[in-house]
């Protein structure tokens, strides 16, 4: 797909957390030239050891985007992913007019807009494109991309899209669509996974065999892809983070932030948000976000099953 | 599976709702002679109309299990179940010692063990067995069971079991398990239909193309069995109720009761209860669950999709 002379063959990827460096490992194995940063120098020393021959570090956002054709960004939040553009030795500083910047956090859709104003004044292309899938798939180049912006943008950043996505939606020509669309689906999701660990934990007050538990609500009308997938981190006593409780502490938070400011109700993802709010106050921020059935089991004195060690 | 010659062959069905009534048409279909017993007289005859030469009415629940080996109760609530058990012309008052009373309605685990003391204390079997899937899955003899109860009570009424559902599952030898599983089944599908409502009514104030939500999240990890069925509901405009907002206030009025009778939180389970609360009050009770989109709607003067005639 790429060519290795063109400009698009060398791809920045900004942010190595789990997302990121699969990405970024995608991105590699696809034959594109990665230049990476990360805040944490090691873990781009890590990513270029790994790879070498097809990556190289970059001190900062800007030595990542020089010279690059696509900018991929998966860093936390809105405000890094500002910081990463627009900062003290942001991308702005020294990507080339044409670049298409591909911004992969979830956020508020007005930020997504307002970001996208900043970077097309400077010349680039800018692409909403949040992700979804977790950090495996991450790994394999086969995420979900929810993706909105100009035909242009869109264009300039598929080379790199064909890499990391098995699924790109294309869902309008505007900034912000994009990340509406992921909003509602981690509305959804957190709501799930809050949903599931209180079921289970009640479940387990009432003296059911959780096993059977899983077995008869995975065929039922009560099942969710969360259910089906975070049940066995509990069943198995296995709350290393794959996906942490401050992952939805945030993004449930964004969707309370925009219903507030849609002056519109939410009130079933408000009581979810207060679940992982409570999990992460009781000192589990950074554990598996099925957590929240441990915070039950703590208040309420159940036993979950343990890890086999 | 039935001998027509033995007790079993005669099943009593009490209760023509559209759960009722779609079981008593599998189990005619299966060869069993079916006694209907409903309050509604006129919806009996129609039953029996359609089954001529297959069914009878009967005009108690008592005359409905006089001579019966399987008597199959599928009213409203564990009152209606109580009543129809022991009641003025209920069931124990005509029914033979070894017949077996197979409970579907969804009720708190205790309230079954409870029915069952009283139909063993008479000398029948009592089956704990409710049934999920909805009105067409009972129309076609492919329900969900959840049952749980003594060994013989399983023997007796596993040939009318086979007429109405695809799937069995024996979750235990005591009344109280299979009401136990049914309850989380419906903690879990409950949140998922209001979170489903309150998404894509959020999704319909950002502006989202809904048809288009509803294509990504099916796809994506915030995805569930209730959001798959329901919203096609809201897409089409159609609150005809295949199962209505009264179920919900009761099926997670039951779960509230429970965790507070065993002093447990369900804090997420409590907003989505409070939803369907709303809507009822809002004057939707008797129309489809998904009808909490359309309180959001009434709410914030939305506009929803309108059905098409």
Redesign the interface.
């Known amino acids: 797909v790429a060519d290795l002379a063109s400009p698009a063959a060398k791809v920045a990827v900004i942010g190595l957390g789990s997302m990121g460096y699969g990405m970024a490992s995608s991105l590699a194995r696809a034959g594109f030239d990665v230049v990476v940063h990360d805040v944490r120098a090691e873990v781009a020393a890590r990513f270029v050891a790994e790879h070498a021959g097809r990556s190289r570090p970059a001190k900062s956002p800007a030595e990542a985007a020089a010279g690059a054709g696509i900018i991929v960004i998966v860093v936390v939040n809105a405000d890094q992913t500002a910081a990463v553009l627009s900062g003290e030795g942001g991308v702005l500083e020294r990507a080339a007019p044409g670049a298409v910047a591909i911004s992969c956090v979830t956020m508020a859709?007005e930020r997504a807009r307002s970001l996208a104003r900043d970077v097309t004044a400077r010349g680039l292309l800018f692409l909403d494109a949040p992700i979804?899938?977790?950090a495996q798939k991450a790994q394999e180049g086969a995420l979900?991309v929810?993706a909105s912006g100009a035909p242009a943008a869109f264009a300039a950043a598929e080379p790199a899209l064909n890499a990391v996505a098995a699924?790109l939606?294309r869902?309008g020509d505007e900034p912000g669509?994009g990340a509406?669309?992921k909003?509602?689906?981690?509305?959804?999701?957190g709501?799930?996974i809050?949903?599931?660990c209180?079921?289970i934990?009640?479940?387990r007050?009432?003296?059911?065999d959780l096993a059977?538990?899983y077995e008869?609500?995975t065929?039922?009308?009560?099942?969710?892809?969360?259910?089906a997938?975070r049940v066995p981190h509990i069943l198995e006593g296995d709350y290393a983070p794959r996906s942490a409780v401050s992952i939805f502490t945030k993004d449930l938070g964004i969707?309370a932030d925009?219903?507030r400011s849609?002056?519109?109700?939410?009130?079933?993802?408000?009581?979810?948000l207060?679940?992982f709010l409570m999990t992460a106050a009781a000192g589990m921020a950074h554990d598996d976000d099925s957590s929240v059935a441990r915070l039950?089991a703590k208040?309420?004195g159940l036993e979950l099953p343990e890890r086999k060690v």
Chains 1, 2 share one sequence.
Do not use: D
């Not at 007050?205 to 059911?208: A, D, E, I, S, Y």
């Not at 065929?219 to 259910?227: K, P, R, V």
């Open positions: 859709p979804s899938g977790g979900t929810l699924k939606y869902l669509i509406s669309f909003i509602i689906n981690q509305l959804l999701a709501v799930h809050a949903a599931a209180e079921a934990a009640l479940a007050r009432l003296g059911l059977k538990v008869v609500i065929a039922s009308a009560g099942n969710s892809w969360m259910f997938n969707v925009i219903a849609e002056s519109f109700p939410a009130p079933v993802a408000s009581a979810a207060q679940m039950f208040i309420a």
